[in-house]
Nanobody, 121 residues
Framework: QVQLVESGGGLVQAGGSLRLSCAVSGSILSINSMGWYRQAPGKEREWVARIISGGSTNYADSVKGRFTISRDNAKNTVYLQMNSLKPEDTAIYFC???????????????WGQGTQVTVAS
């Protein structure tokens, strides 16, 4: 059974930093891309950043220049380094593994349970 487990959330003052991690466990063959999304109270889930298997990255305009996504393919782990945090970054952050291929050949998208990030002003 494939699971995505996030860690690293917490409470931080504005201007501070946090590093989120997301580890994929279970038997898998490959993952096309991994990304982070977030959902603030009363708002829809929004995309934050993505990294594909080749290493290319993309960021939402709201976090560009402050957040960095990286990936350890050997560990099936993705990280999100968040610097210069703002109160508006407060949200539950979710990890996503897109087009994950199982040994059976099945392909699907998987989500973690989320980790809370709170930025105090």
């Amino acid at each position: 059974q494939v699971q995505l487990v996030e860690s690293g959330g917490g409470l931080v003052q504005a201007g501070g930093s946090l590093r989120l991690s997301c580890a994929v466990s279970g038997s898998i063959l490959s993952i096309n891309s991994m990304g982070w999304y977030r959902q603030a109270p009363g708002k829809e889930r929004e995309w934050v950043a993505r990294i594909i298997s080749g290493g290319s990255t993309n960021y939402a305009d709201s976090v560009k220049g402050r957040f960095t996504i990286s990936r350890d393919n050997a560990k099936n782990t993705v990280y999100l380094q968040m610097n210069s945090l703002k109160p508006e970054d407060t949200a539950i952050y979710f990890c996503n593994a897109a087009r994950l291929r199982l040994p059976s050949g099945r392909i699907g998208d998987y989500w973690g349970q989320g980790t809370q990030v709170t930025v105090a002003s």
